[in-house]
């Protein structure tokens, strides 16, 4: 049995929702990202005065604490399970940042060899304007998936979901996100059986481009379908709408939906195809071969627009996952040394071809 956060068994609210339920939600929300700063605060504070590091047990008895006091009576509105995750989140980044100053540490003493560790900093400040707005729930908080396709939620009610596909199993919390475009979002931890694919003799290499998404080694080609630029149209009106509205107007934050609402259908679009055609490579491959390219640095050429429009910085990490973000194929990237440089004569540049080699 794997433990797995899966992205496919997400769900989204049905637009029908009672405004009862739409304003327990952004009071759940907005009290979460209260808790968060609050105990994010007290730590920074404690820094700064050269106090001892504030301990998780310690902010909790601050949170009991202040759900006391009139300034904060208002935190016992919304489930208790919910603030104790909105601290937990806060100790995650904590966690993530000290173990990487702990490895940056380490790659200096071992003499920088190698790639440095992947930067990580202090957690910060959120904020009602941040995209995202998240609320945790465990089993603690007895949410439960009704018969009726329903999701009762403590002090919240019984919110419509429109389900994705049924839950293999009991699920332990369950994460309710808000994002830009004003869609609500429910993410469920569960139990789920690993069914890796039936092992095959061939393998594939990838090479992505512009002018088809991606060649194969076989030689297939598969089309690049330019979600964004077929999209441009319609964007740069709703843009314009936008740029036309008077700022704090009532007006401005409903074209600000709809140009958000425009550029999620764009990525979920893209997100989808990447999700069907790396399924498809994975499931009648044994191994995966793909290119590796410094999508961070072509981003910064002319070339940016259509390369950020192919995705090639979320394609290759679909390649790797298959059923519940586990690895069932061997997977490997190839380096960038695989590729020649560029020699140029009087005239023209050639470019030398070298075999894909997997990266060790």
């Not at 637009?15 to 609050?38: P, T």
């Not at 009991?170 to 309710?176: C, D, I």
Request: glycine share 6%.
């Amino acid at each position: 049995m794997v433990r797995s956060c899966s992205s496919g068994i997400t769900t989204a609210f049905t637009r029908r929702r009672a405004s009862g339920q739409r304003q327990a939600l952004a009071k759940a929300f907005g009290c979460a990202r209260v808790v968060f700063n609050d105990a994010l605060a007290a730590r920074r504070e404690a820094h700064a005065a050269g106090l001892p590091y504030v301990t998780d047990a310690e902010l909790s008895a601050r949170l009991t604490a202040a759900k006391a006091t009139p300034e904060r009576a208002w935190l016992g509105e919304v489930s208790a399970v919910v603030l104790q995750q909105s601290l937990a989140d806060l100790n995650a980044a904590y966690r993530r940042f000290f173990a990487y100053l702990k490895a940056l540490r380490e790659w200096r003493v071992a003499g920088r060899k190698g790639p440095p560790p992947r930067r990580t900093g202090l957690p910060r400040f959120r904020s009602r304007k941040d995209r995202r707005q998240a609320a945790r729930f465990t089993a603690n908080a007895r949410f439960t998936a009704l018969p009726g396709g329903k999701l009762r939620l403590p002090k919240i009610g019984d919110v419509p979901v429109r389900w994705s596909r049924p839950l293999p199993s009991a699920p332990s919390s369950v994460t309710v996100i808000r994002d830009a475009a004003g869609r609500y979002f429910a993410s469920f931890v569960v139990e789920a059986s690993d069914d890796p694919f039936p092992v095959t003799g061939a393998e594939v290499g990838i090479d992505l481009g512009l002018t088809h998404f991606a060649v194969l080694s076989d030689g297939r080609k598969i089309a690049s379908p330019r979600f964004l630029r077929r999209a441009e149209r319609k964007l740069r009106r709703l843009q314009q709408s936008l740029s036309r509205t008077v700022k704090g107007s009532a007006n401005r934050e409903k074209a600000r939906v709809r140009v958000a609402r425009a550029h999620a259908r764009v990525a979920d679009t893209r997100r989808d195809f990447h999700h069907q055609v790396s399924t498809a490579i994975i499931r009648d491959n044994q191994a995966v071969y793909v290119e590796d390219l410094c999508v961070a640095g072509l981003g910064r050429t002319w070339l940016a627009k259509s390369v950020h429009d192919a995705g090639w910085s979320e394609f290759p990490p679909r390649c790797r996952m298959t059923r519940h973000g586990r690895e069932s194929r061997p997977f490997r990237r190839g380096g960038r040394q695989a590729v020649g440089p560029l020699t140029a004569s009087s005239r023209r540049a050639t470019r030398s071809r070298r075999p894909l080699t997997p990266e060790r």
